[in-house]
């Protein structure tokens, strides 16, 4: 069945670039998309990427997608404090109507 | 456009009791869909509609839980009864046919006691 993997932790310098991994298991994947989490809050739609490409860019955030090994990373460049929160990898299945398959999270804490 | 609007927030309520958390999606958004986040399962879809009709279900943990969407503005997710290990956040999602991004609402966090 469908799998994705997450990471759990990752800790960086404020001003460090931060890239947190994924891997999927499904070669059907649709989209590919990165959610941002905060204490308490909702799911923060950060950046997503359609699988028919291996890279996109958005200011600090780069997505880098290698089909081949179905492999998900986000590139966050010059991390700031603000970024401390919980990361979600999380794929589309073709077919599936869209409904989501999540990575567990990763946990980025940026020190000052 | 004020986003998926979710409510309420926060809610407690005693085991036993009936539980109804409500939704607003985006306006024109043709999918809905109920997630639901716990610290040993993460992310876990319930159910989702698409044009307020319910596709699949196959995520609903029982028969306690039961959705409903009687128009393009308004889900609800309903538990009766409520038991302890429903307590969660409970998300709401849309989108539209044929795009990629998928919004999410704040959440109701849920504590049944």
């Known amino acids: 069945g469908e799998d994705v993997e997450q990471s759990l932790f990752l800790s960086v310098r404020e001003g460090d670039s931060s890239v947190i991994n994924c891997t999927y298991t499904?070669?059907?994947?649709?989209?590919l998309y990165w959610y941002k989490q905060e204490p308490g809050a909702g799911l923060q739609l950060l950046t997503y990427?359609?699988?028919?490409?291996d890279m996109k860019q958005d200011q600090r955030l780069t997505v880098l997608l290698n089909k081949k090994d179905k492999h998900l990373s986000l590139r966050i460049a010059d991390t700031q404090t603000g970024d401390s929160a919980i990361y979600f990898c999380a794929e589309s299945i073709e077919g599936s109507q869209g409904n989501l398959i999540f990575g567990k999270g990763t946990k980025l804490s940026v020190k000052p | 456009d004020a986003g998926v609007i979710q409510s309420p927030r926060h809610e407690v309520t005693e085991m036993g009791q009936e539980v109804t958390l409500r939704c607003k999606p985006i306006s024109g958004h043709d999918y809905l869909f109920w997630y639901r986040q716990t610290m040993m399962r993460g992310l876990e879809l319930l159910i989702y509609?698409?044009?307020?009709?319910?596709?699949?279900d196959s995520g609903m943990p029982e028969d306690r839980f039961s959705a409903k969407m009687p128009n393009a503005s308004f889900s609800t997710l309903k538990i009766q009864p409520s038991e302890p290990r429903d307590s969660a956040v409970y998300f709401c999602?849309?989108?539209?046919?044929?795009?990629?991004?998928?919004?999410f609402g704040p959440g109701t966090r849920l504590t049944v006691t």
């Open positions: 509609f698409n044009n307020n009709v319910p596709i699949d």
């Open positions: 999602a849309s989108r539209v046919a044929g795009e990629g991004e998928q919004y």
């Open positions: 990427i359609f699988s028919n490409m």
């Open positions: 499904d070669s059907s994947s649709t989209y």
